[in-house]
């Protein structure tokens, strides 16, 4: 069955860098785009960054367009968000989703666009 594991979150201080990664298993991930989100307490889940299955395009929130970067390993399943400059307005739970099969690119900003999430990592930036 498909799984999206989530990793390395964790508490650090303003200004500093985390990696989070997000294995996946269960389906052919280089055919799918893929993304992040994030929710914080009492908040909506919000996006974060996308990548499509090529590698080759992104998508940025406004918030994070130069502190944050998406990548991907098709060869080891793996999607990854490189968080840099951190701020205490990034704490939130992260998660990584999987594009719906059927959809298109354009609707990547959107939850709906999603079928499969995983459990979230905890991202805690103390000022």
């Known amino acids: 069955q498909v799984q999206l594991v989530e990793s390395g979150g964790g508490l650090v201080q303003a200004g500093a860098s985390l990696r989070l990664s997000c294995a996946t298993s269960?389906?052919?991930?280089?055919?799918?785009?893929m993304a992040w989100f994030r929710q914080a307490p009492g908040k909506e889940r919000e996006f974060v960054a996308a990548?499509?299955?090529?590698?080759?395009?992104?998508d940025y929130a406004e918030s994070v367009k130069g502190r944050f970067n998406i990548s991907r390993d098709n060869a080891k399943n793996t999607v990854f968000l490189q968080m840099n400059s951190l701020k205490s307005e990034d704490t939130a739970a992260y998660y990584c989703?999987?594009?719906?099969?059927?959809?298109?690119?354009?609707?990547?900003?959107?939850?709906?666009?999603?079928?499969?999430w995983g459990q979230g990592t905890q991202v805690t930036v103390s000022s």
């Open positions: 990548i499509a299955w090529t590698g080759f395009t992104t």
């Open positions: 989703a999987r594009q719906k099969d059927g959809s298109t690119w354009g609707g990547r900003r959107e939850i709906q666009f999603y079928d499969y």
């Open positions: 269960g389906f052919t991930f280089s055919n799918y785009h």
